[in-house]
Protein backbone atom coordinates (compact mmCIF):
# COMPACT_ATOMS: atom_id res chain seq x y z
CA UNK A 1 0.00 0.00 0.00
CA UNK A 2 1.82 3.07 -1.28
CA UNK A 3 1.71 6.13 1.08
CA UNK A 4 2.07 9.42 -0.57
CA UNK A 5 1.82 13.19 0.40
CA UNK A 6 -1.03 15.56 -1.70
CA UNK A 7 0.05 19.49 -0.82
CA UNK A 8 -3.19 21.55 -1.27
CA UNK A 9 -2.76 25.27 -2.08
CA UNK A 10 -5.05 28.59 -2.09
CA UNK A 11 -2.41 30.20 -5.52
CA UNK A 12 -3.02 32.65 -6.25
CA UNK A 13 -5.05 33.98 -3.51
CA UNK A 14 -2.95 32.65 -0.35
CA UNK A 15 0.23 31.36 0.18
CA UNK A 16 -0.68 29.00 3.04
CA UNK A 17 -0.62 24.89 2.29
CA UNK A 18 -2.33 21.98 3.62
CA UNK A 19 -0.29 18.54 3.70
CA UNK A 20 -2.41 15.19 3.45
CA UNK A 21 -1.50 11.95 3.34
CA UNK A 22 -2.65 9.97 1.14
CA UNK A 23 -3.27 5.82 -0.14
CA UNK A 24 -2.41 7.03 -3.45
CA UNK A 25 -4.68 3.38 -4.84
CA UNK A 26 -7.83 5.35 -3.38
CA UNK A 27 -6.42 9.10 -4.43
CA UNK A 28 -6.51 7.55 -7.91
CA UNK A 29 -9.37 5.37 -8.35
CA UNK A 30 -13.18 6.76 -8.59
CA UNK A 31 -15.84 6.09 -6.45
CA UNK A 32 -18.46 3.04 -7.14
CA UNK A 33 -21.82 3.90 -8.71
CA UNK A 34 -24.64 5.09 -6.64
CA UNK A 35 -28.15 4.67 -7.18
CA UNK A 36 -28.30 7.99 -7.11
CA UNK A 37 -26.68 10.01 -9.27
CA UNK A 38 -24.42 12.61 -6.80
CA UNK A 39 -21.46 13.80 -8.63
CA UNK A 40 -20.45 14.72 -12.12
CA UNK A 41 -18.62 12.60 -14.33
CA UNK A 42 -15.27 14.62 -15.54
CA UNK A 43 -13.55 13.73 -19.15
CA UNK A 44 -10.27 12.92 -19.63
CA UNK A 45 -7.76 15.39 -19.91
CA UNK A 46 -6.90 16.39 -23.25
CA UNK A 47 -3.48 19.00 -24.64
CA UNK A 48 -2.75 20.95 -27.56
CA UNK A 49 0.41 21.39 -29.38
CA UNK A 50 2.28 23.89 -31.01
CA UNK A 51 5.89 24.04 -32.28
CA UNK A 52 8.87 24.98 -30.40
CA UNK A 53 11.07 25.77 -33.70
CA UNK A 54 10.24 28.36 -36.25
CA UNK A 55 8.88 27.11 -39.41
CA UNK A 56 9.38 29.06 -42.48
CA UNK A 57 6.06 31.10 -43.46
CA UNK A 58 4.65 34.67 -44.08
CA UNK A 59 4.22 37.10 -41.34
CA UNK A 60 0.37 36.35 -39.69
CA UNK A 61 -0.98 37.41 -36.42
CA UNK A 62 -0.29 35.43 -33.42
CA UNK A 63 -1.91 32.01 -32.69
CA UNK A 64 -4.85 32.41 -29.60
CA UNK A 65 -4.05 29.22 -26.96
CA UNK A 66 -6.00 30.19 -24.11
CA UNK A 67 -8.31 33.13 -23.16
CA UNK A 68 -10.27 34.24 -20.58
CA UNK A 69 -11.25 37.90 -18.80
CA UNK A 70 -7.88 38.48 -17.11
CA UNK A 71 -5.35 36.27 -19.09
CA UNK A 72 -4.60 35.86 -22.62
CA UNK A 73 -1.89 33.11 -23.66
CA UNK A 74 -0.67 33.43 -27.38
CA UNK A 75 1.82 31.65 -29.27
CA UNK A 76 3.65 33.68 -32.30
CA UNK A 77 6.81 33.17 -34.38
CA UNK A 78 8.39 36.09 -36.58
CA UNK A 79 10.99 36.49 -39.59
CA UNK A 80 10.73 39.68 -39.74
CA UNK A 81 9.61 43.30 -37.62
CA UNK A 82 6.06 43.12 -36.85
CA UNK A 83 3.52 45.80 -38.96
CA UNK A 84 3.03 48.50 -35.84
CA UNK A 85 3.78 49.81 -32.46
CA UNK A 86 1.45 48.35 -30.40
CA UNK A 87 0.07 50.00 -26.67
CA UNK A 88 -2.14 48.29 -24.07
CA UNK A 89 -4.35 50.05 -22.26
CA UNK A 90 -5.67 47.01 -19.62
CA UNK A 91 -2.82 44.53 -19.57
CA UNK A 92 0.77 43.61 -18.70
CA UNK A 93 2.51 41.84 -21.44
CA UNK A 94 4.96 39.24 -20.53
CA UNK A 95 6.74 36.96 -23.54
CA UNK A 96 9.18 34.23 -23.33
CA UNK A 97 11.36 33.32 -25.67
CA UNK A 98 11.19 29.94 -26.76
CA UNK A 99 13.80 29.96 -30.05
CA UNK A 100 15.72 31.86 -31.97
CA UNK A 101 16.65 35.30 -31.21
CA UNK A 102 14.42 38.92 -30.86
CA UNK A 103 14.77 42.57 -30.71
CA UNK A 104 11.97 44.27 -28.28
CA UNK A 105 12.16 47.84 -28.79
CA UNK A 106 10.12 50.54 -26.56
CA UNK A 107 9.95 53.35 -25.24
CA UNK A 108 11.61 51.91 -22.17
CA UNK A 109 14.39 51.40 -24.04
CA UNK A 110 15.55 48.26 -26.28
CA UNK A 111 16.71 44.37 -25.46
CA UNK A 112 18.06 41.49 -27.14
CA UNK A 113 16.25 38.46 -25.91
CA UNK A 114 17.42 34.62 -26.18
CA UNK A 115 15.75 31.15 -25.68
CA UNK A 116 14.76 30.99 -22.07
CA UNK A 117 13.69 34.80 -21.25
CA UNK A 118 11.07 36.34 -19.80
CA UNK A 119 10.00 40.03 -20.26
CA UNK A 120 7.43 42.24 -19.02
CA UNK A 121 5.69 45.04 -21.09
CA UNK A 122 4.09 47.62 -18.63
CA UNK A 123 0.63 48.70 -19.56
CA UNK A 124 0.69 51.87 -21.53
CA UNK A 125 4.20 51.15 -23.16
CA UNK A 126 4.59 51.45 -26.68
CA UNK A 127 6.50 48.20 -28.75
CA UNK A 128 7.62 46.88 -31.32
CA UNK A 129 9.38 43.37 -31.93
CA UNK A 130 12.23 42.09 -34.63
CA UNK A 131 12.68 38.60 -34.59
CA UNK A 132 14.76 36.12 -36.93
CA UNK A 133 13.52 32.74 -37.54
CA UNK A 134 12.18 32.76 -33.52
CA UNK A 135 9.24 31.83 -31.71
CA UNK A 136 7.88 33.12 -28.78
CA UNK A 137 5.18 33.26 -26.30
CA UNK A 138 2.70 36.07 -25.23
CA UNK A 139 0.74 36.70 -22.03
CA UNK A 140 -1.15 39.39 -21.80
CA UNK A 141 -1.98 40.02 -18.22
CA UNK A 142 -4.60 42.50 -16.29
CA UNK A 143 -2.51 44.79 -14.79
CA UNK A 144 -0.75 45.22 -12.45
CA UNK A 145 1.75 42.79 -12.70
CA UNK A 146 4.57 42.39 -10.03
CA UNK A 147 8.19 40.67 -11.03
CA UNK A 148 8.89 38.19 -9.03
CA UNK A 149 11.86 36.28 -10.51
CA UNK A 150 15.45 36.74 -11.08
CA UNK A 151 16.61 40.21 -13.14
CA UNK A 152 19.03 39.21 -16.07
CA UNK A 153 19.06 42.05 -17.83
CA UNK A 154 17.39 45.19 -18.23
CA UNK A 155 16.86 47.37 -21.61
CA UNK A 156 18.45 50.55 -22.56
CA UNK A 157 18.01 53.28 -25.18
CA UNK A 158 20.64 53.40 -27.99
CA UNK A 159 21.00 56.13 -29.75
CA UNK A 160 22.55 54.22 -33.07
CA UNK A 161 18.92 52.26 -32.90
CA UNK A 162 17.26 49.04 -31.40
CA UNK A 163 19.67 46.61 -33.51
CA UNK A 164 22.10 46.38 -36.57
CA UNK A 165 20.89 47.47 -39.86
CA UNK A 166 17.82 49.78 -38.22
CA UNK A 167 16.35 52.81 -40.01
CA UNK A 168 14.06 54.63 -39.31
CA UNK A 169 10.36 54.64 -40.02
CA UNK A 170 9.34 56.72 -43.16
CA UNK A 171 7.20 58.94 -43.22
CA UNK A 172 6.35 57.76 -40.00
CA UNK A 173 5.57 54.28 -37.65
CA UNK A 174 2.26 53.40 -37.40
CA UNK A 175 1.08 52.84 -33.61
CA UNK A 176 -1.93 51.03 -32.15
CA UNK A 177 -3.88 51.39 -28.71
CA UNK A 178 -5.60 48.44 -27.45
CA UNK A 179 -8.26 46.91 -24.81
CA UNK A 180 -9.24 43.50 -24.21
CA UNK A 181 -5.87 41.77 -23.51
CA UNK A 182 -4.88 42.69 -26.84
CA UNK A 183 -7.28 40.77 -28.82
CA UNK A 184 -7.54 41.51 -32.69
CA UNK A 185 -10.48 43.94 -33.39
CA UNK A 186 -10.07 45.42 -30.03
CA UNK A 187 -8.28 48.42 -30.95
CA UNK A 188 -9.01 51.69 -29.86
CA UNK A 189 -7.38 53.95 -32.05
CA UNK A 190 -4.48 53.65 -34.83
CA UNK A 191 -2.13 56.93 -36.28
CA UNK A 192 0.91 57.23 -37.47
CA UNK A 193 3.98 57.91 -34.93
CA UNK A 194 7.55 59.36 -35.54
CA UNK A 195 9.68 56.50 -34.79
CA UNK A 196 12.67 58.39 -33.35
CA UNK A 197 10.56 59.75 -30.53
CA UNK A 198 9.07 56.50 -29.51
CA UNK A 199 12.47 54.73 -29.00
CA UNK A 200 13.96 57.84 -27.41
CA UNK A 201 11.19 59.98 -26.32
CA UNK A 202 14.54 62.91 -24.67
CA UNK A 203 15.12 63.50 -28.44
CA UNK A 204 11.82 65.66 -28.37
CA UNK A 205 12.79 68.87 -27.48
CA UNK A 206 10.02 70.38 -26.08
CA UNK A 207 9.37 67.67 -23.48
CA UNK A 208 8.37 69.57 -20.37
CA UNK A 209 8.67 66.27 -17.93
CA UNK A 210 11.44 64.49 -16.63
CA UNK A 211 11.56 61.07 -18.50
CA UNK A 212 10.95 57.98 -16.03
CA UNK A 213 13.99 56.23 -14.99
CA UNK A 214 12.22 52.94 -16.25
CA UNK A 215 13.70 49.97 -17.77
CA UNK A 216 12.04 46.72 -19.49
CA UNK A 217 13.46 43.98 -17.08
CA UNK A 218 14.41 40.67 -18.53
CA UNK A 219 13.92 37.10 -16.18
CA UNK A 220 15.43 33.68 -16.57
CA UNK A 221 14.11 30.76 -14.06
CA UNK A 222 17.45 29.97 -11.58
CA UNK A 223 16.37 27.53 -9.45
CA UNK A 224 18.22 23.65 -9.13
CA UNK A 225 15.93 20.98 -10.87
CA UNK A 226 13.33 18.97 -8.93
CA UNK A 227 14.66 15.21 -8.16
CA UNK A 228 13.83 12.42 -6.29
CA UNK A 229 10.07 12.66 -4.06
CA UNK A 230 11.01 16.67 -3.86
CA UNK A 231 7.66 19.08 -4.18
CA UNK A 232 7.28 20.46 -7.40
CA UNK A 233 6.70 23.86 -6.41
CA UNK A 234 7.11 26.51 -9.51
CA UNK A 235 9.75 29.35 -8.96
CA UNK A 236 7.79 31.99 -9.53
CA UNK A 237 8.53 34.91 -11.84
CA UNK A 238 5.88 37.05 -12.43
CA UNK A 239 2.93 38.03 -9.86
CA UNK A 240 -0.93 39.50 -9.87
CA UNK A 241 -3.77 39.48 -8.39
CA UNK A 242 -5.33 36.73 -10.39
CA UNK A 243 -2.67 35.09 -12.59
CA UNK A 244 0.71 33.77 -11.14
CA UNK A 245 3.79 32.57 -13.52
CA UNK A 246 6.43 30.06 -12.73
CA UNK A 247 8.62 28.01 -14.23
CA UNK A 248 9.27 24.12 -13.26
CA UNK A 249 13.05 22.06 -13.70
CA UNK A 250 12.86 18.52 -13.15
CA UNK A 251 15.55 15.81 -13.22
CA UNK A 252 14.25 12.06 -12.61
CA UNK A 253 11.43 12.55 -10.30
CA UNK A 254 9.17 9.50 -9.05
CA UNK A 255 6.12 11.90 -8.61
CA UNK A 256 5.53 10.72 -4.94
CA UNK A 257 4.01 14.41 -3.77
CA UNK A 258 0.61 15.15 -5.54
CA UNK A 259 0.15 18.66 -5.95
CA UNK A 260 -3.94 20.15 -5.70
CA UNK A 261 -4.82 23.73 -6.55
CA UNK A 262 -8.51 24.53 -4.94
CA UNK A 263 -8.55 28.09 -6.47
CA UNK A 264 -6.85 28.04 -9.49
CA UNK A 265 -6.46 25.96 -12.82
CA UNK A 266 -3.01 25.19 -14.15
CA UNK A 267 -2.13 25.54 -17.43
CA UNK A 268 1.23 24.16 -18.41
CA UNK A 269 3.04 24.34 -21.46
CA UNK A 270 6.54 22.23 -21.74
CA UNK A 271 9.48 23.74 -22.81
CA UNK A 272 11.85 21.17 -23.00
CA UNK A 273 11.98 17.54 -22.24
CA UNK A 274 9.25 15.09 -21.66
CA UNK A 275 7.74 13.87 -18.29
CA UNK A 276 4.57 11.95 -17.42
CA UNK A 277 1.89 14.00 -15.69
CA UNK A 278 -0.10 11.67 -13.60
CA UNK A 279 -3.84 13.05 -12.38
CA UNK A 280 -7.14 11.82 -11.32
CA UNK A 281 -8.49 13.10 -14.82
CA UNK A 282 -5.87 10.70 -16.67
CA UNK A 283 -2.47 10.30 -17.41
CA UNK A 284 -0.26 11.69 -20.28
CA UNK A 285 2.95 12.29 -21.74
CA UNK A 286 4.14 15.56 -22.54
CA UNK A 287 6.67 17.15 -25.12
CA UNK A 288 7.83 20.31 -26.15
CA UNK A 289 5.17 22.51 -27.55
CA UNK A 290 2.51 20.95 -25.26
CA UNK A 291 -0.12 22.98 -23.56
CA UNK A 292 -2.51 21.38 -21.24
CA UNK A 293 -4.80 22.91 -18.41
CA UNK A 294 -5.60 21.17 -15.08
CA UNK A 295 -8.78 21.99 -13.69
CA UNK A 296 -8.69 23.48 -9.97
CA UNK A 297 -9.40 20.73 -7.12
CA UNK A 298 -7.52 18.40 -10.08
CA UNK A 299 -4.52 16.81 -8.00
CA UNK A 300 -1.78 15.78 -10.35
CA UNK A 301 2.07 14.88 -10.30
CA UNK A 302 5.14 14.54 -12.62
CA UNK A 303 7.25 11.55 -13.49
CA UNK A 304 10.57 12.28 -15.18
CA UNK A 305 13.09 10.02 -16.20
CA UNK A 306 15.10 12.93 -16.92
CA UNK A 307 15.40 16.47 -17.37
CA UNK A 308 12.75 18.36 -18.26
CA UNK A 309 11.28 21.55 -18.05
CA UNK A 310 7.55 22.88 -17.96
CA UNK A 311 6.01 26.50 -17.57
CA UNK A 312 2.61 26.84 -15.45
CA UNK A 313 0.42 29.79 -15.27
CA UNK A 314 -1.88 29.69 -12.36
CA UNK A 315 -4.77 31.44 -12.84
CA UNK A 316 -7.60 32.14 -10.25
CA UNK A 317 -9.97 32.72 -13.53
CA UNK A 318 -11.09 30.28 -16.37
CA UNK A 319 -9.20 30.56 -19.51
CA UNK A 320 -10.55 28.51 -22.43
CA UNK A 321 -8.59 26.58 -24.78
CA UNK A 322 -8.90 28.18 -28.26
CA UNK A 323 -6.53 25.69 -30.07
CA UNK A 324 -7.69 22.55 -31.64
CA UNK A 325 -6.54 19.50 -28.73
CA UNK A 326 -4.23 17.22 -30.23
CA UNK A 327 -4.20 14.15 -27.79
CA UNK A 328 -5.76 12.97 -24.81
CA UNK A 329 -4.72 11.46 -21.38
CA UNK A 330 -5.45 7.72 -20.97
CA UNK A 331 -7.16 6.59 -17.54
CA UNK A 332 -5.01 6.56 -15.12
CA UNK A 333 -4.42 3.38 -12.87
CA UNK A 334 -2.04 2.50 -9.91
CA UNK A 335 -0.12 -0.13 -12.31
CA UNK A 336 0.52 2.21 -14.91
CA UNK A 337 1.90 4.62 -12.35
CA UNK A 338 4.25 2.06 -10.56
CA UNK A 339 5.15 0.72 -13.90
CA UNK A 340 6.66 4.13 -14.84
CA UNK A 341 8.59 4.75 -11.34
CA UNK A 342 10.40 1.83 -12.01
CA UNK A 343 11.68 2.93 -15.07
CA UNK A 344 12.80 6.07 -13.20
CA UNK A 345 14.77 4.12 -10.79
CA UNK A 346 16.47 2.02 -13.56
Known amino acids: MAIVTELLDAWPLADKIRVIPRREDLLLQPPPETPIKMWREYDLLQAVHFPNDYIPARFSPPKDVFCGDTLRLEWQQMNARQPFYHRNADVDEISLQVSGERTLMSELGSVELRPGDFSRIPVGVAHDNFGREEVHLLFYIIAPVTDVGQVTLRSEVKKEGPFPGWTKASPAAIEMMTECLGARGCDMAVSLADEEFLLDPSLAQNMSFAKPEEALLVQRAVTPAISGSQPQHPEWLYKSATVWIGNVNLDKTDGTVYHRH?????????????????????????????????????AYTNISKNQSQYVVI??????????????????????KVEAIRKEVAL
Do not use: F, M, N, W
Open 262 to 298: RCADAIQYQLEGSRTLVTQRGTIELHPGDYICIPKGC
Open 314 to 335: LTSEVASVKAPYSKAASETTLE
